[in-house]
C-alpha cells in the first residue's frame, strides 16, 4: 500500500472532472455510461488491472453466478441484452468477465478508465463544494461529485489465525484468486470456510488434489443448481419475455428474481403437499427454493419446515451418517445467511479423499509450515490452502477509503457504531458523495444487477437534475437519515433474518457491529420509494446552490 498524505500536505496540481467513480465492477462501468450519456465528464478508478470487479477477483475454481445469467445480466440496453448468448443457466466465472469486458468495449469505457489505480483518500473542500480525491500514485483529482461502485463483497478477508504467515505451502484467498491456473493435482489441499465459495469449489479441488480436509466452522444450507448448457431455443424464448421479466424483476420482487409470487404460508398446506412442493423446487433447483411459500423468512415454524426439508437431504445424499449429521445446519433459520447453490457439494464427501473436521468443536489451534494444528493437537499435513474466509461484506471497501466530509468528519468515524445512510445512497454530512447498493438499500438481498441499474439510474436522473436546475450541493439530511435508518431496522426485526450470524449483520468480521445492512422490504417497493422520495423534489435532501446549503448544514 503506499503511504497516504497527511491531509493537510501541499497539494499537487490536480486533474479535475465532474465525477469520479470508484471501482470498475458492473456498478461503476453502467455509471460511467450513463453520465456520459448526460455529457458529465466522468472518470473511474480501479485498483484492478481490469473491468468486472467481482467477476475479475474471484477466480477460484467453481465459481459462477447463482442469479441465472439471463436475469444476471444489465438490461439497460436492448441490443445488449439480445445479442449476448449466455451457455449456461448459470455463467462460470470467465464468461461474467467476458461478458464485462465486452460491455466495457461495445459502449467504448476504457478511455475514461485509470486501472491499477487505488482510490486511497476523498476530502470534501468545504470553501469550493468540490471533492478531492487522492489516488495510489500520489496523484489529486477534483471532482463536483464522488460515485463509490466499491462493491459489497470485494473486499477479502484474511482470518487472523495464528502461523498463517509461515505456512510454507501455497496459500490462496477465493476472493483474490491468482490470475494463473492452480492445480491441485498430487497435492494434500485444505480449505477453510464453507460459505458459498467453498460450496463452489470444494467438488473441483476434491477432484484434483490427493486429499482435500475441509475445515468447517457453521455448516450452510445449500440447494442443487442444476446447471445446465441453454439451448438457443431456450434463450429465445427468454429474450422474447424479456419485457416482462425485467419489469417483474424491477418492480414486483422482492429479490429482484423473476419467479412465481407465491400466494400462501408454508402452514396453510398439508404435509404432503409441502413437501412435493419443496421436492419440485429441489429438483428446478437454484435461489428460487426459498420463494415457495411467502413466510418463510418470518415465521419460524414455516421456516422449520423448509429447513427440516433440506437437513433430510444432506442424510439422503451423504452416506456417513457422522458427516451428514455435521453438514446440517441447525443453528439458524434457513435463508437467514446467504443461501448457496452448489453442483455436488454434499456428495463430495462420499469420495473417500474427503475430510470434513468440524472446527466449531475442536477449533484450529495454529498453523504449522506444513500442516493446521487443531485444539486436540491433532495435526493434518497439507501442502496448500485455501481460504474461503468471505468478505468484509457491504462497507469494508468503503473504510478502506479515508473519506472525510463536513467538518474534516470521517465515514469510518460516523460509521463507527454500524453504516448510516438515507436510502443507501447517501450519508448525512458527506455532500455530493453517493454509494451504489450502499448499507439500507436491498443490495447483497437482490438480484445485484437489478439493484445496480436502479441506483445508477437514480444518481444519474438526479445530477441531471441538479445541473438543469443550477444546483452545486446535495446531501442527506440527518432527520431523513435517522428516519431511514430505523425503517431499516425495524423492518429487519420483523424478520427471522437477525437471528443469524451473518455477514449481512458484519458479524463474520470481529469487532465489527451487529446492525442488518441491508433494506429487506423488497426491490421493488424500495425502487417505489427512491422514486416517490424523487418525484417529491427530493425529498429528505438539501439540494441548492453552494451557499445555501453551508448555511443549512451549519444549524
Ligand atoms: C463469488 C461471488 C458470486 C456472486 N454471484 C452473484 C450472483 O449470482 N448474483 C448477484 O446478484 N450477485 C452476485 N454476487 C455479488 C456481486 O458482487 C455483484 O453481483 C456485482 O458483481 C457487484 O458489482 P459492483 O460493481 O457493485 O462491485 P464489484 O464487482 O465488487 O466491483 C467493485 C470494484 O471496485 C474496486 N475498488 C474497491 N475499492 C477501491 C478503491 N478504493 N480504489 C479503486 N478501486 C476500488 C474493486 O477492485 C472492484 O473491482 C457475487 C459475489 C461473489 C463474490
Not at 8 to 20: E, F, I, R, W
Request: proline residues 5%; aromatic residues 10%; charged residues 25%.
Amino acid at each position: 500500500m503506499s503511504a497516504v498524505q497527511p491531509i493537510d500536505a501541499p497539494t499537487p496540481a490536480a486533474a479535475s472532472c465532474d465525477v469520479v467513480i470508484v471501482g470498475a465492477g458492473f456498478a461503476g462501468l453502467y455509471m460511467l455510461h450513463r453520465l456520459r450519456g448526460l455529457g458529465f465528464t466522468a472518470r473511474v478508478y480501479e485498483q484492478g488491472d481490469g473491468v468486472g470487479g467481482t467477476w475479475y477477483w474471484n477466480r477460484y475454481p467453481g465459481a459462477r453466478c447463482d442469479v441465472e445469467s439471463m436475469q444476471y445480466s444489465y438490461s439497460f440496453s436492448e441490443d445488449l441484452q439480445q445479442e449476448w448468448d449466455w451457455s449456461e443457466r448459470y455463467a462460470a466465472q470467465p464468461e461474467i468477465l467476458r461478458y464485462a469486458n465486452h460491455v466495457a468495449n461495445r459502449f467504448g469505457l476504457r478511455s475514461d478508465i485509470q486501472f491499477k489505480t487505488r482510490v486511497d483518500r476523498a476530502v470534501f473542500d468545504e470553501a469550493a463544494d468540490r471533492w478531492s480525491v487522492t489516488l495510489s500514485d500520489g496523484q489529486m483529482v477534483r471532482a463536483q461529485f464522488v460515485v463509490l461502485a466499491t462493491g459489497c463483497l470485494s473486499n477479502a478477508r484474511m482470518p487472523d489465525i495464528k502461523g498463517l504467515a509461515g505456512f510454507k505451502g501455497a496459500v490462496y484467498h477465493t476472493g483474490k484468486w491468482p490470475h494463473h491456473d492452480v492445480d491441485f493435482a498430487g497435492r494434500r489441499v485444505g480449505v477453510i470456510g464453507t460459505g458459498s465459495s467453498a460450496i463452489q469449489s470444494i467438488p473441483i479441488i476434491a477432484e484434483q488434489a490427493t486429499h482435500l480436509t475441509v475445515f468447517q466452522r457453521t455448516p450452510n444450507y445449500s440447494i442443487p443448481a442444476r446447471n445446465a448448457p441453454l439451448t438457443d431455443d431456450e434463450r429465445d424464448a427468454f429474450r422474447a419475455r424479456y419485457p416482462e421479466v425485467r419489469r417483474f424483476a424491477r418492480e414486483v420482487a422482492r429479490n429482484g428474481i423473476y419467479t412465481e409470487l407465491p400466494d400462501r404460508g408454508a402452514l396453510d398446506d398439508a404435509e404432503s403437499d409441502r413437501r412435493a412442493k419443496y421436492e419440485a423446487r429441489w429438483q428446478r433447483g437454484g435461489l428460487t427454493f426459498m420463494s415457495v411459500y411467502n413466510n418463510l423468512a418470518l415465521d419460524m415454524a414455516a421456516n422449520d419446515t423448509a429447513a427440516g426439508f433440506v437437513r433430510e437431504k444432506i442424510t439422503e445424499i451423504v452416506k456417513d451418517p457422522g458427516t451428514a449429521r455435521l453438514l446440517q445446519p441447525d443453528t439458524y433459520p434457513i435463508g437467514t445467511k446467504r443461501i448457496c447453490i452448489d453442483t455436488d457439494y454434499f456428495a463430495t464427501f462420499n469420495r473417500p479423499n474427503v475430510t470434513l473436521v468440524d472446527i466449531k468443536a475442536n477449533p484450529i489451534e495454529d498453523i504449522l509450515p506444513d500442516a493446521v494444528r487443531l485444539a486436540d493437537g491433532t495435526k493434518v499435513a497439507l501442502d496448500a490452502l485455501v481460504l474461503a474466509t468471505g468478505f468484509d461484506a457491504m462497507t469494508g471497501s468503503v473504510a478502506r477509503i479515508d473519506i472525510r466530509g463536513r467538518n474534516g468528519q470521517t465515514l469510518n468515524h460516523k460509521w463507527a457504531e454500524g453504516p448510516k445512510t438515507y436510502l443507501g445512497l447517501m450519508s448525512a454530512g458527506f455532500p455530493n458523495l453517493f454509494l451504489i447498493t450502499g448499507p439500507g438499500s436491498p443490495s447483497v438481498l437482490s438480484n445485484m444487477m437489478v439493484s445496480i441499474e436502479q441506483h445508477v439510474d437514480w444518481i444519474a436522473d438526479c445530477l441531471g437534475v441538479m445541473r438543469d436546475r443550477g444546483l452545486v450541493t446535495m446531501e442527506a439530511k440527518r432527520d431523513a437519515e435517522e428516519t431511514w435508518v430505523a425503517h431499516v431496522n425495524e423492518v429487519a426485526k420483523g424478520t427471522l433474518y437477525p437471528q443469524a450470524n451473518s455477514w449481512y449483520m458484519g458479524a463474520n468480521i470481529p469487532g465489527k457491529p451487529r446492525v442488518f445492512m441491508p433494506y429487506i422490504g423488497g426491490v421493488g417497493v424500495y425502487r417505489q420509494i427512491c422514486n416517490d422520495v424523487a418525484a417529491r423534489g427530493y425529498e429528505g435532501f438539501l439540494m441548492a446552490p453552494a451557499e445555501v446549503v453551508r448555511k443549512a448544514a451549519a444549524v
